[in-house]
């Protein structure tokens, strides 16, 4: 895993390139501690930069940039591609030699002898990479199908920069550091900035599966190499028509395959292990195909409905791996706090950031290398809403709209720890976790379509265009960019939030969170033969009744004892909320301060300071709107944007 960086400028201006490149691409040292280089032509204007975790042949064979055997090719990559023995195979066959063993090279060579199209379509793996064609004089940015790895791209001057992080393009004197108040509306209702916006006006996320081509004299073209609607259609056209069990074992065998690839390193290598269904099958495939224990790791906090540490341990033991635990003290958790702004680089609000840095911090005091189970609620149907919004939805699509705003306003008018109490003695809701606050995400979608409800329940603030003085919101495309033929509101919802949720949070969170520490994490969930073989299944074979991952948790059945995995899904937080109402209370109301906000131009001081007294009376539980703002002036008070676009 690495971090890259660098600039097409006026053709022409030879002086200090490399070493610019080199500076812009040393911001990301923590991503690369290992090694770090830089290559540039003055007379195309072009410069790259690279910083090197050598995950794959550790020597200096892998040292980037690297230019391929014919030198037509200059490439810095940042990701692993896991069938490169495959590709290597195939390039030796048609005549090519190789220094070292690195998937680099296997990647350059590949692309000279193929073409880039052609192989990016043979891929499997993570990346994002720059490639300058020396024939064509022209750069080309790609990243990878899911979003696993950033990239960042934006015109400046006569320069365009990129770079996996923000930090590197300030390092170019182009470089102005605006904030775009439209982005900051998409931060604001979804706690991430949503791509292709960053929070800085003229930078773009390049999209997943998209790539990025641009020369000297032409404007900067972006086009899809693979996209979801695709894998959709073809799922569609081509369906998976065994039995039951034969997509079991099918996708078991894609997963094993999927997990095998994964554990190829140089470098000792673990997982991240939750106890929940995704981590745990991770997990169990990687010890299955293990010759010795695997190193697993978790982490426990004492806050009651936090800690799954118990039941990491259960299926740790369960499987014979070599486990390592952690219990986080509330003091240890919130010290994280402060450098939240440096890790995330852009304001991100995501609290389970914080547990995300501190499993990923003990992993990388025994591993460089660790598995992970994201993207098995998206790909497979994990989240509740997939199936408790529908629910709501069709027990209450005949009430008049009067009707069901009154309800909506009585269900609202009791605070969510009130319901919880009156509700605790009542068989089957009882048991059910942060009943109040699920009753209170109900009262928010009655009376609403299913875009609206969709939209409602992802959003933190229902109308941050009012909050943000001078934005105005972008339009939704994603809804409305689903492809005909899905299977429901379920699956609408699954595709909207695999372009959105997943690469602009959930991604984001694990690439920060792991790179500040300098561990590689490597999802094989998100495998895009995985993806494609899900989106080929019966919808009922992902969500079944009130149960999503159902062929997912048929595998894990075969591994880990039904026993040890089935109960109520917790999620991976901490109680921020509580911790805003204490410990955290004077920091909070510091940075939310009415002069403060006055001051700074950005938002409205009245419906931020009225949530926050509601936070505070138990009213109503804001702490995820609340923690949006705070993250945003936790980064402005870094020094992050000074300036803004008026």
Wanted: with cysteine.
């Amino acid at each position: 895993m690495c971090g890259i960086a660098g600039f097409l400028g006026p053709a022409g201006e030879s002086q200090g390139l490399e070493a610019l490149a080199r500076q812009m691409a040393d911001s990301l040292r923590r991503r690369g501690p290992d090694d770090g280089g830089g290559w540039a032509d003055g007379e195309a204007g072009i410069a790259l930069g690279h910083r090197r975790l050598a995950i794959v042949d550790l020597s200096s064979a892998g040292h980037q940039p690297m230019v391929s055997a014919n030198g037509r090719y200059v490439l810095s990559y940042n990701g692993e591609v896991y069938n490169a023995a495959e590709l290597r195979r195939e390039c030796e066959a048609a005549g090519a030699s190789f220094r070292g063993t690195s998937d680099t090279e296997v990647l350059v060579e590949t692309i000279s002898q193929r073409g880039l199209r052609p192989t990016l379509e043979r891929l499997i793996g993570m990346f994002a990479f720059a490639l300058w064609d020396r024939e064509l004089r022209e750069l080309t940015l790609v990243r990878d199908r899911l979003g696993v790895k950033p990239l960042y791209w934006g015109r400046f001057g006569k320069s365009v920069l990129f770079a996996s992080e923000l930090a590197a393009l300030k390092r170019h004197p182009d470089f102005v550091g605006e904030i775009d108040r439209d982005a900051l509306i998409g931060y604001l209702r979804f706690n991430y900035v949503p791509a292709p916006q960053s929070i800085y006006r003229g930078v773009r996320k390049l999209r997943p599966g998209h790539l990025l081509a641009v020369r000297h004299g032409r404007e900067p073209h972006v086009d899809a190499w693979w996209s979801l609607a695709a894998a959709r259609a073809k799922g569609a056209t081509a369906p998976f028509v065994g039995s039951e069990d034969e997509a079991v074992s099918a996708l078991e065998a894609l997963l094993g395959d999927a997990v095998r690839k994964r554990m190829i390193a140089d470098v000792p290598l673990g997982a991240f292990l939750s106890g929940g269904i995704d981590s745990s099958t991770v997990t169990a495939l990687m010890q299955a195909q293990s010759p010795r224990p695997v190193r697993s790791f978790s982490i426990g906090f004492a806050e009651d409905g936090y800690d799954e540490a118990a039941h990491a341990k259960a299926v740790a033991r369960h499987l014979g791996t070599e486990h390592t635990e952690l219990c986080v003290t509330p003091e240890e958790a919130r010290g994280v706090i402060p450098s939240l702004p440096s890790i995330y680089d852009e304001p991100f609000a995501d609290a389970s950031q914080i547990p995300t840095f501190l499993v990923s911090r003990l992993a990388h005091e025994h591993v460089t290398v660790a598995l992970s189970g994201d993207g098995g609620d998206e790909v497979f149907g994990g989240y509740n809403r997939y199936f408790e919004l529908p629910a709501v939805l069709s027990r209450t699509a005949l009430l008049p709209r009067v009707l069901a705003q009154s309800a909506a306003a009585a269900i609202a008018g009791v605070p969510p720890d009130r319901w919880s109490r009156m509700l605790q003695p009542v068989p089957k809701l009882g048991s059910i976790p942060m009943l109040g606050e699920k009753l209170h995400k109900v009262a928010d979608v009655l009376g609403q379509s299913p875009q609206q409800a969709f939209r409602a329940l992802v959003s933190h603030w229902p109308d941050p265009g009012a909050l943000v003085r001078g934005g105005q919101e972008k339009a939704d495309a994603v809804w409305e960019e689903a492809p005909g033929g899905l299977p429901g509101f379920a699956a609408r919802m699954q595709f909207a939030d695999t372009l959105t949720y997943l690469p602009d949070d959930i991604l984001t969170k694990v690439d920060r969170a792991s790179m500040a520490v300098s561990l590689e994490a490597r999802v094989p969930l998100l495998d895009h033969r995985v993806v494609e073989f899900a989106w080929s299944l019966p919808q009922d074979l992902k969500i079944r009744g009130r149960e999503g991952k159902w062929i997912l948790r048929r595998v894990l059945d075969r591994h880990v004892p039904r026993a040890l995995i089935e109960r109520p899904k917790m999620g991976f937080g901490v109680p921020i909320g509580s911790w805003l109402r204490g410990p955290l209370r004077g920091w909070a109301e510091d940075l939310l301060g009415e002069s403060r906000l006055q001051r700074q131009g950005f938002l409205d001081p009245a419906p931020i300071r009225a949530r926050w007294h509601d936070h505070l009376s138990g009213k109503r539980n804001w702490q995820y709107a609340l923690w949006g703002v705070l993250m945003f002036n936790a980064w402005l008070e870094r020094g992050a944007g000074r300036r803004s676009a008026e």
